[in-house]
C-alpha cells in the first residue's frame, strides 16, 4: 500500500503561479506512471498530466504550456508547477500513482484544493 500526500494548494489570483507536490509513503518503483487530476465542481474528474518512470510525458490540451510536471524518484515525489493560471483552473487536485502490472495498482492522495479568482 502507498499513501501520497499533496500539499501547496491555495488562492491564487488570475495569471498567477502555485507549485503542487505529491510524496508517497514508500519507494515508487520506476513500473509507476505518476500523474496529477483534477475536479471541478459538478465536473468528472480529469487528466492534468502524467508522467512515466522513463520521464515520458502527457499534458490534457488545456494546460499545455502552462503547468510543468516533474518527478524526484530520490524523493519519492512528483511535482506540478502551475503558471498563468486561470480561473478555469479552480479544482481539487488529486496525484495519482498507477501500475499497470498483473495485479494492477491505483493509488489515489486525498487532494488539495486550487483556487483562482481575484
Known amino acids: 500500500q502507498v499513501q501520497l500526500v499533496e500539499s501547496g494548494g491555495g488562492l491564487v489570483q488570475p495569471g498567477g503561479s502555485l507549485r503542487l507536490s505529491c510524496a508517497a509513503s514508500r519507494s515508487i518503483s520506476s513500473n509507476f506512471v505518476m500523474g496529477w487530476y483534477r475536479q471541478a465542481p459538478g465536473k468528472q474528474r480529469e487528466l492534468v498530466a502524467i508522467?512515466?518512470?522513463?520521464?515520458?510525458?502527457n499534458y490534457a490540451a488545456s494546460v499545455k504550456g502552462r503547468f510543468t510536471i516533474s518527478r524526484d524518484s530520490a524523493k519519492n515525489s512528483v511535482y506540478l508547477q502551475m503558471n498563468s493560471l486561470k480561473p478555469e483552473d479552480t479544482a481539487v487536485y488529486y496525484c495519482?500513482?498507477?501500475?499497470?502490472?498483473?495485479?494492477?495498482?491505483?493509488?489515489w492522495g486525498q487532494g488539495t484544493q486550487v483556487t483562482v479568482s481575484s
Open positions: 495519482n500513482a498507477y501500475n499497470p502490472g498483473s495485479p494492477p495498482r491505483n493509488y
Open positions: 508522467i512515466t518512470g522513463g520521464g515520458n510525458i
